[in-house]
T-cell receptor, first 111, second 115 residues
């Protein structure tokens, strides 16, 4: 099964609103990463948060990590039409040298 | 543009055939990763090479193999193709010193259709 599970699966919002996505995982991780994919193109790395970090910011992105709940959230503030994409969380497990992706979360930002 | 190039962009072939996908990493990156994206399996890590040597293995089938050459480009060979191998195949690269702790830069992918 997929290590990362994003919730909700699809999100439709108006431009200017905030978008929040959650990701849960089952086992201990080394780090968790968020990626964006535009319409079947390559993935773009957004942010990496390590297991000993609780929050990270990058521009309009804010990622939190709660290792006690085994979950992470990605917040996109003041969304733009260009933010329309699929967003994936991916985890690197301790002792497991691979990147395991969730199923992805489709975000549509309506102009 | 990530700096990672993949060829070809599209590939249509028949069951039982063999194809080779090619990837050129960003200048200076030593690690190359291969991923498969399909509707039913999602995004799956296949294999990683670092400076010519296999570093990590994921859900790569025995019918698939990869290598990284001295100039650091990589090839993914898919043989005895089945309908279920139809997918988008991505290559990514990173500097390579910290493995999966690093930012990976993805290429645009090769879309494979097996008929």
């Amino acid at each position: 099964s997929q290590q990362g599970e994003e919730d909700p699966q699809a999100l439709s919002i108006q431009e200017g609103e905030n978008a929040t996505m959650n990701c849960s995982y089952k086992t201990s991780i080394n780090n968790l990463q968020w990626y964006r994919q535009n319409s079947g193109r390559g993935l773009v790395h957004l942010i990496l948060i390590r297991s000993n970090e609780r929050e990270k910011h990058s521009g309009r992105l804010r990622v939190t990590l709660d290792t006690s709940k085994k979950s992470s959230s990605l917040l996109i503030t003041a969304s733009r039409a260009a933010d329309t994409a699929s967003y994936f969380c991916a985890t690197v497990l301790y002792g497991n040298n691979r990147l395991a992706f969730g199923k992805g979360n489709q975000v549509v930002v309506i102009p | 543009d990530s700096g990672v190039t993949q060829t070809p962009k599209h590939l249509i072939t028949a069951t039982g055939q063999r194809v080779t996908l090619r990837c050129s990493p960003r200048s200076g990156d030593l690690s190359v990763y291969w991923y498969q994206q399909s509707l039913d399996q999602g995004l799956q890590f296949l294999i990683q090479y670092y400076n010519g040597e296999e570093r990590a293995k994921g859900n790569i089938l025995e019918r698939f193999s990869a290598q990284q050459f001295p100039d650091l480009h990589s090839e993914l060979n898919l043989s005895s193709l089945e309908l279920g191998d139809s997918a988008l195949y991505f290559c990514a690269s990173s500097v390579g010193t910290q493995g999966f702790q690093e930012t990976q830069y993805f290429g645009p992918g090769t879309r494979l259709l097996v008929l």
